[in-house]
């Protein structure tokens, strides 16, 4: 079984500032994680995955991850917030490929100027 | 790019009405995947399809719901007899045999009136 907590439903950055949205995971054997971003009245598009290769994962628009198996995350950052990163993230783990995908609770991202 | 498609975009439909939801897989994918968004929450897994059957299915997925791949290129979701809490954005995705991440469609918003 696997499970994912994103903690915070709601950030709020200013731009430039840094983006730092948190996952917490679990999972009865090693993970693939992945980072997908929402925006208004869209679909779900991935930012990241990571599938056991290097644990310090770089995504589209700027975004890393790192996976951190002692702490059981997978933290998605961005140095300098872009007004266009308002959105929601949803952070998601799969146990082997072909399986279903585990959402977290998602963690909706504002910027303000 | 391959992409995953929907259709359609928006549905209404009174309560105890069937509904049917379409998606178009990218062409040379083996697993398909529907999930649901009720607004304001996480995305919940349904069903995932393979080899021309149920891999799995949530709890959500009960009696009403059933999946279908009627020729090579569709995949599509049947409500029977809608209820007011089958209100959500429902999502189609599929993977390929060794990939480990999942390509969306841009969802199908479901209102049971």
């Known amino acids: 079984a696997q499970s994912v907590t994103q903690l915070g439903s709601h950030v709020s950055v200013s731009e430039g500032a840094l983006v730092l949205l948190r996952c917490n995971y679990s999972?009865?054997?090693?993970?693939?994680l992945f980072w997908y971003v929402q925006y208004p009245n869209q679909g779900l598009q991935l930012l990241l995955k990571?599938?056991?290769?290097?644990?310090l994962v770089k995504g589209i628009n700027g975004f890393e991850a790192e996976f951190k198996k002692s702490e059981t995350s997978f933290h998605l950052t961005k140095p300098s917030a872009h007004m266009s990163d308002a959105a929601e993230y949803f952070c998601?783990?799969?146990?082997?490929?072909?399986?279903?995908?585990?959402f977290g609770g998602g963690t909706r991202v504002l910027v303000k100027p | 790019e391959p992409e995953v498609t929907q259709t359609p975009s928006h549905q209404v439909t009174q309560m105890g009405q069937e509904v049917i939801l379409r998606c178009v897989p990218i062409?040379?994918?083996?697993?398909f995947y529907w999930y649901r968004q009720i607004l304001g929450q996480k995305v919940e897994f349904l069903v995932s399809?393979?080899?021309?059957?149920?891999?799995?299915k949530s709890e959500i997925f009960d009696d009403q719901f059933s999946v279908e791949r009627p020729d090579g290129s569709n995949f599509t979701l049947k409500i029977r007899s809608t209820k007011l809490e089958d209100s959500a954005m429902y999502f189609c995705?599929?993977?390929?045999?060794?990939?480990?991440?999942?390509?969306f469609g841009q969802g199908t918003r479901l209102t049971v009136v």
């Open positions: 999972s009865s054997v090693p993970p693939y």
């Open positions: 399809f393979y080899n021309n059957e149920i891999s799995e």
């Open positions: 998601a783990v799969r146990l082997a490929a072909g399986n279903k995908l585990t």
């Open positions: 990571y599938t056991s290769a290097a644990t």
């Open positions: 062409s040379n994918h083996l697993y």
């Open positions: 995705a599929s993977t390929d045999w060794g990939d480990t991440e999942a390509f």
